[in-house]
């Protein structure tokens, strides 16, 4: 094979590389984006695009819009959603219609309970149908008000109804520091500052200035350390967290007043000599 046959066979090998298809498989971790409704109503009830939140009459102001990311394969989503993305391509559009047992399961009706008003009127709740409340220490959505009573219903706001989803997979990063980064997005929020080293198994982390005395990072750090050892196997991980002491700004020196015999010395050659060996032009500079 000569030089110019082996060049172009190097090349047509790169090319067929970069349109084969890059397959989701179980255990990827993969940003998304993607919109999801309830079939037979239209409700968006979830998305990762600010615009259709906005079309949909259900934009957030606390969320943060944009691709999201998930873990495949793993038990982590709807059983009908994670068989249609084990199916899918990277940078190709999907449309998934999921019913009830393959997303949040049929409705259950022994969770729908009556419970007095009095005491949502004890906790100044003033209940009404669609209210999300807490009750007995667990979420629960009013259905119906009547006199004295209200019907609350601790079902999954999703049990018993066919799901709709239109998603894209846009990434599957390979690299260990990138898979990472996503899994703190996914358990904290934001994976920026985040310093990754890892070798072999063990992984060392250094935590951001901000994420030293956040709250929210001690409560998700368990979950994190839990997906690190799911998705790549990690067995030692260990978080760094330094302080360091800021450096005193050195005040500008003042310019110390210099003694009377320097300053004698600094005098003009004309103030040095005696009165009266001054000569006319002499005495009419010093006046």
């Known amino acids: 094979m000569t030089e110019k046959e082996g060049a172009k066979k190097h090349h047509e090998k ?3 590389a970069e349109t084969e298809a890059v397959k989701v498989e179980a255990g990827d971790v993969v940003l998304a984006e993607f919109d999801a409704w309830i079939q037979d109503t239209n409700e968006l009830f979830d998305t990762t695009s600010e615009t259709v939140a906005k079309e949909n009459n259900a934009y957030n102001e606390k ?8 873990i495949v394969g793993k038990n982590r989503l709807f059983p009908g959603l994670d068989e249609s993305l084990l199916k899918a391509e990277v940078g190709k ?13 049929p409705r259950d009706p022994k969770l729908v309970e009556l419970h007095p008003v009095r005491e949502f009127l004890k906790q100044e709740i003033e209940p009404r149908v669609g209210l999300e409340v807490t009750v007995k220490n667990k979420p629960a ?3 119906a008000v009547t006199a004295g009573r209200v019907r609350v ?9 066919t799901l709709k989803y239109k998603y894209k997979v846009i990434e599957k990063p390979t690299k260990p520091e990138e898979i990472v980064k996503l899994l703190l997005k996914l358990s904290y929020g934001n994976p920026e500052g985040f310093d990754v080293e890892h070798h072999g198994k063990t992984y060392k ?3 951001p200035d901000p994420c030293k005395y956040d709250q929210r990072w001690f409560l998700t750090k368990f979950r994190f350390v839990t997906d690190m050892r799911e998705v790549l196997g990690a067995e030692n991980i260990s978080f760094l967290e330094e302080y360091t002491k800021p450096e005193k700004k050195e005040e500008p020196k003042k310019k110390e007043a210099k003694p009377a015999e320097e300053k004698k010395a600094e005098q003009p050659e004309e103030t040095k000599r005696a009165p009266e060996e001054l000569t006319e032009e002499d005495r009419k500079k010093l006046k």
């Open 153 to 161: 219903d601790f079902n999954n706001k999703l049990a018993g109804r």
């Open 205 to 207: 982390i250094k935590l």
């Open 63 to 70: 969320m943060v819009y944009g691709a999201q990311p998930l």
């Open 141 to 143: 959505i009013i259905t």
């Open 93 to 105: 559009e999907y449309e998934v219609v999921i019913p009830s047992e393959k997303a949040a399961g």
């Open 14 to 16: 790169e090319e067929k």
